[in-house]
């Protein structure tokens, strides 16, 4: 049995630098037509002359494969002649609180202060993408920061705000009440809760911001997704780090997921029964939402299972070891 994925994109997802950079590129640029590239690099990518460095060393990484790396500059105040000259080559801002998650600490500290640059976003029409968390509860975070996303929806009803990626039935509510929002949902989120990772013995590759919630929780975003939401958009999230920044006392959050993703999707959506809702979710929300126009690129899967293995040179990838249903088809095969 065959899938094909037309022109599955990747909202969000982070490539990293260097050897991390090529060691995990090629994972998303065989599976995918595009992916929203995060700027949470060790110096954050906040100019236009590190956003296009960074943009050509993602293209070495991707070889011959036809992968566009769609970039986000990070959030800061910038001048409306900064951000018309960016506008054409990136497809957002990306909005971290400060120290909400792996290397944010250049993030936003008070968001009454925000306001100057957000109306330039809406005025030029550049999407926003917001890491909702407060610094509260960890369970509670991402509820915690609903707030900000219902005011900044309402006080800039034109622009494009997208919560990344959602785990709670709580932001789902929220997404429905603004046409001006979406969210990415990982597919993390979509498989385990908190229980997968700390319920029996501790799986720091499970650890990640925003943490895994309840299984009501994933049974929403389950569902949501499974039914088609016209605003939910995959974004995976993957987050490498090497085992020594995650086997430590102080494990760094991600769950590197690239490798697995579009086949354990694949597997997901037949397993509900709901395969013809994939397209939507992995490609066509995400074109609409950003109007975005993607490379044309046909993903084959087959229906052969295979295990994953336990690590990638450095990394522990998720669902290490386990058997998933479908694999890519290697490229000029049948
Ligand atoms: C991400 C990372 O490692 O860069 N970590 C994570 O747990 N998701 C940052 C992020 O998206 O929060
Ligand atoms: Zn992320």
């Not at 909202?11 to 700027?39: C, D, I, K, N």
């Not at 494990?251 to 694949?266: D, E, I, K, R, T």
């Not at 709901?274 to 939402?289: E, G």
Request: charged share 25%; hydrophobic share 40%.
């Amino acid at each position: 049995m065959e899938f094909i994925a037309e022109t599955p994109l990747d909202m969000h997802l982070h490539l990293r630098e260097e050897e991390m950079l090529s060691l995990v590129t090629p994972f998303s640029a065989e599976q995918f037509a595009g992916g929203v590239v995060m700027p949470n690099l060790v110096e954050p990518v906040d100019s236009l002359d590190r956003l296009r460095s960074y943009r050509s060393a993602i293209q070495t990484a991707c070889g011959n494969a036809v992968f566009h790396p769609y970039m986000t500059l990070f959030f800061r105040d910038y001048s409306r002649q900064e951000l018309m000259t960016a506008r054409d080559e990136i497809i957002g801002l990306k909005l971290y609180p400060a120290g909400i998650t792996t290397q944010s600490e250049a993030g936003v500290r008070d968001f009454n202060r925000i306001e100057k640059t957000v109306a330039l976003l809406e005025e030029l029409d550049i999407p926003l993408l917001i890491h909702g968390e407060t610094a509260g509860f960890v369970m509670d975070r991402e509820k915690e920061f609903l707030p900000v996303y219902e005011r900044l929806a309402g006080a800039f009803p034109r622009l494009r705000i997208v919560m990344e990626h959602i785990t709670t039935s709580e932001a789902l509510t929220l997404l429905d009440r603004f046409d001006n929002v979406a969210a990415t949902v990982t597919l993390h989120h979509l498989l385990i809760t908190l229980d997968d990772m700390a319920g029996d013995l501790l799986r720091p590759d499970l650890f990640c911001k925003p943490i895994a919630k309840t299984p009501r929780d994933r049974e929403a975003l389950r569902r949501a997704v499974l039914e088609g939401h016209p605003r939910l958009m995959f974004g995976s999230d993957s987050a490498p780090h090497p085992r020594h920044r995650k086997e430590c006392l102080d494990c760094a959050a991600g769950v590197f997921s690239a490798p697995v993703a579009l086949p354990a999707l694949v597997q997901l959506f037949e397993e509900a029964d709901c395969l013809d809702k994939l397209p939507a979710f992995i490609s066509t929300n995400a074109q609409r939402f950003y109007r975005i126009s993607p490379p044309a690129k046909n993903v084959r899967l087959e229906r052969r299972p295979w295990q994953v293995p336990e690590h990638y040179e450095t990394v522990t990838p998720f669902l290490a070891e386990k058997t998933i249903a479908w694999r890519l088809k290697p490229s000029g095969s049948d």
